[in-house]
């Protein structure tokens, strides 16, 4: 009986649920640390993925024809070697369409109601009415990254009354965007936004986009946010960019390095809110990548093309 290797810990309840997408399937659930090669030798599908197990699964006595990630991102998946092996990749991506828009909008509101800087009061017991209170309503938001994160970010911002500008690949249109960029416009939309959201993948043309000609031509009131990926920006140009007031402020959730180093000068600033990396978290996660598995596993029964995240290799997502 073909094997599917599940990598995390599941409910009998979501077990049910892949049990009944594939019942011709034994479906093994073992935790990392209990995996061994004698297991990875008889999975067809794995769910779940940790480079501790990386050496076997793409060797020649591991059978994976297909790896469902537990992350959105597959920057750090070694691509070329699943590639070679031709290996199917799926992503979660869109389970975190929910928790990290709402993330950009607690950055976002933070900033615009002083309440960084008032948590902050908090802890020293001092009452300081100083600061610079905004809204959101008629302020432009840029997009940069318009997936399923960033169209979900878009449906917010219309709520509040803003102006959305997105930046995608394509520059094809989408629903909520008042105005879509392509990425050879990326200037020009930067140069409109009181907040610029960055939630891009991670590629080689993604790689420290966010450079001091990137943060140059920004307002100088505006605030940066990072729910993509860390390397995706340069730092040391945010930290200069913040120091000099080339932009106002910044709300980081990713960080190149990761953990941020506890001597780090983004700590000290006022005007930068960090939490870390956490954007993502939710109650709903698990659920949420079941059922794109199983989708997935409805067609991959039937030889169709898995119709949900499947990763593109000459992309990189």
Known sequence: MSKIVVLQELTESQKQKVQEAAPSYEIV????????????????????????????????????????????????????QLEHKQVLLTSANGVHTIPISEQIFAYMLAFSRNLHRAIRNQTKHAWDESGTFTELHGKTIVIVGVGNIGAGTAQLAKAFGMRTIGV????????GIDQMYTMEQLDEALGQGDYVVNILPLTQETKQLFNRERFAVMKDSSIFINVGRGPSVDTDALVEALQSGSIAGAGLDVFDPEP???????????????????????EHYTDRVIDIFTENLKAYQQDQTLPVNLVDYSRQY
């Open 260 to 282: 941020l180093p506890e001597d780090h000068a983004l700590w000290d600033m006022d005007q930068v809110i960090i939490t870390p990396h956490i954007a993502g978290s939710n």
């Open 29 to 80: 659930t073992v935790p990392v640390r209990d995996t061994t090669d004698a297991i990875l030798a008889e999975a067809e599908i794995i769910l779940g993925w940790s480079r501790k197990l990386q050496d076997f699964i793409l060797s020649d006595n591991c059978p994976v024809k297909w790896i469902q990630t537990w992350s959105a991102g597959v920057d750090k998946m070694p691509m070329e």
């Open 168 to 175: 995608r690949r394509s520059g094809k249109d989408q629903d």
